[in-house]
């Protein structure tokens, strides 16, 4: 497959990159890292478009060298890579998809394969994997170039400190092995970590106003963020930081599982799930209930799941009814 997905990429002069709406650190740093991949294989900086339209001001960081666009401005490209999401809802700009034919079109990620997947014979696709940085080091990094050794694996690192959340969740001996590496080309990974870590001010009023709701059962803790509670410029979520508002909850509540629930513009739930029992699959549970057609949408991992589900007229009655759901399912009830 990697010869594959190579031929396709030396064959192209210009190209789209695109990832998941709501893009946290390891879809940005994975957007930058194919950037990165494609300079060394001598493609032109002018004709690589990564087309990521948000980020929240807490991974502003990961954007060292102003690689990121708000929009595209070449007129065609010949080639789209999609990583971090192989899902055709969740891609942002999934408008720009219809430009392209299945023969165009690259993706990696480290999800589940939905009913939603973006159709492609070109694809590399590995749940196992940490984060999609860490299939992006495995395939590509051998064809790095000396001048850009630092800001690949810099980025590689940020991937996977980021979906780990700080080496905590989903850790393989893989993304170990990478992480050791990274230091020997001079990567500072606890300077990676303080970064992610260092959340804004804003970030952190969310969480604690999480926190200050938060119930805790058996183990299992939930809280919610309202409509009501975000700023204009937050209420499509997608300037939240919802992976820093995580594990800022994790870091002062003590619980194994943690259920977050956030209102979005458009009469949803966001809901994000993490959990360090072993014997619980989040991806299971999500995808079960979204296949049921209680959630719109729903999969991830085992120890790190998210799903979107329409709201009632009543949202805390919602809530509620999410909450009840998922503690059900998690403790096997």
């Given at each position: 497959m990697r010869k594959k997905i190579l031929d396709?990429?030396?064959?192209?002069?210009?190209?789209?990159?695109?990832?998941?709406?709501?893009?946290?650190?390891?879809?940005?740093?994975?957007?930058?890292?194919?950037?990165y991949f494609l300079v060394s294989l001598g493609k032109k900086n002018e004709n690589i478009e990564v087309c990521i339209p948000y980020i929240s001001k807490d991974l502003s960081f990961v954007d060292r060298n102003n690689i990121l666009k708000n929009k595209c401005t070449l007129k065609k490209h010949d080639l789209l890579i999609i990583v971090?999401?192989?899902?055709?809802?969740?891609?942002?700009?999934s408008n720009l998809l219809e430009e392209?034919?299945?023969?165009?079109?690259?993706?990696?990620?480290?999800?589940?394969?939905?009913?939603?997947?973006?159709?492609?014979?070109?694809?590399?696709?590995?749940?196992?994997?940490?984060?999609?940085?860490?299939?992006?080091?495995?395939?590509?990094?051998?064809?790095?170039?000396?001048q850009n050794i630092d800001s690949f694996f810099r980025s590689v690192a940020i991937g996977i400190m980021s979906d780990t959340i700080g080496l905590t969740l989903n850790?393989?001996?893989?993304?170990?092995?990478?992480?050791?590496?990274?230091?020997?080309?001079?990567?500072?990974?606890?300077?990676?970590?303080e970064q992610l870590n260092n959340i804004d001010i804003r970030t952190q009023t969310l969480a604690?106003?999480?926190?200050k709701r938060m119930v805790i059962y058996q183990e299992i803790g939930y809280t919610y963020i309202l409509q009501s509670d975000l700023m204009p410029d937050e209420y499509e979520l997608k300037t939240v930081n919802h992976k820093a508002i995580i594990q800022a909850i994790l870091d002062?509540?003590?619980?194994?599982?943690?259920?977050?629930?956030m209102e979005n513009d458009k009469y949803e739930i966001k809901g994000s799930i993490r959990t360090t029992v072993p014997n619980i699959d989040l991806n299971d549970i999500c995808t079960s209930m979204a296949e049921q057609k209680i959630f719109l949408q729903g999969g991830g991992h085992s120890n790190?799941?998210?799903f979107r589900i329409a709201i009632s007229d009543s949202t805390k009655a919602t809530l509620n009814q999410v909450f009840r759901l998922l503690i059900t399912a998690i403790l096997g009830k």
């Open positions: 396709k990429i030396l064959q192209a002069e210009t190209f789209l990159i695109l990832t998941h709406i709501r893009p946290d650190g390891d879809a940005i740093s994975s957007s930058i890292a194919m950037y971090d999401c192989s899902d055709y809802e969740r891609v942002e700009g392209f034919s299945a023969k165009q079109c690259i993706v990696i990620d480290h999800h589940e394969v939905s009913e939603n997947s973006i159709k492609t014979e070109s694809r590399i696709i590995d749940t196992s994997a940490s984060s999609c940085t860490c299939i992006i080091c495995r395939e590509f990094s051998m064809y790095i170039c000396k850790v393989t001996d893989e993304c170990k092995d990478i992480l050791n590496y990274c230091k020997k080309v001079g990567i500072n990974i606890e300077k990676i970590k604690n106003l999480a926190i002062s509540v003590s619980c194994n599982t943690l259920i977050l629930l790190s799941a998210g």
